[in-house]
């Protein structure tokens, strides 16, 4: 019980001033600041997207660089989307909710992970395998609090 009122109070700053599920721009509301998340898969790095192949989906626009990358995430966006709402993988794992550097990835096991900037990401990737289960353990706390609020 004191571990869950402890990662309450940790996050309740970031509850506060407005945590989205998805990390999204303040003027267009773009996921990963406009970059295509499939590009990450199937490029292997960040290419920004276009306005003309554009989606929205929980909350936020996604954007793509070629309509066959948009029919890709529109055919399972769960499998393309960042963990972590595209906050920072690194932070989450430390119980905050940071944007994260869309140049700054890697994906694991099949899933795509964002990072703050290249610092973090070399951090993360000595150990992503702690960093993950310990995100993925905020990141429901998280979630639950935000729709707790509700």
């Known amino acids: 019980m004191k571990l ?12 506060l001033f407005g945590f989205k599920k998805i990390d999204v721009t303040k ?20 290419i920004k ?23 890709l995430f529109e055919k399972d966006p769960h499998h393309y989307a960042p963990q972590f709402g595209g906050y920072c993988s690194y932070e989450i794992s430390n119980h905050k909710a940071v944007s994260c550097n869309p140049e700054a990835f890697m994906i694991y096991e099949g899933k795509l992970y964002v990072l703050r900037n290249q610092d973090i ?19 429901d706390v998280l979630l639950k609090s935000k729709n707790d609020k509700k």
Do not use: H, M, Q
């Not at 869950?4 to 509850?15: E, Q, R, S, V, Y």
């Not at 554009?54 to 990358?69: H, P």
């Open 4 to 15: 869950k009122i402890i990662l309450f109070l940790l996050t309740f700053p970031t509850i």
């Open 49 to 71: 997207g276009s306005p003309a192949y554009s989606v929205e989906w929980e909350g936020a626009v996604w954007r793509f660089y070629s309509k066959t990358n948009l029919k």
């Open 121 to 139: 990401f070399l951090i993360w990737s000595k150990n992503p395998e702690k960093y993950i289960e310990l995100g993925r353990r905020n990141w």
């Open 27 to 46: 003027t267009e509301n773009l996921a990963l600041s406009g970059y295509d998340t499939v590009a990450y898969f199937t490029e292997g790095k960040a």
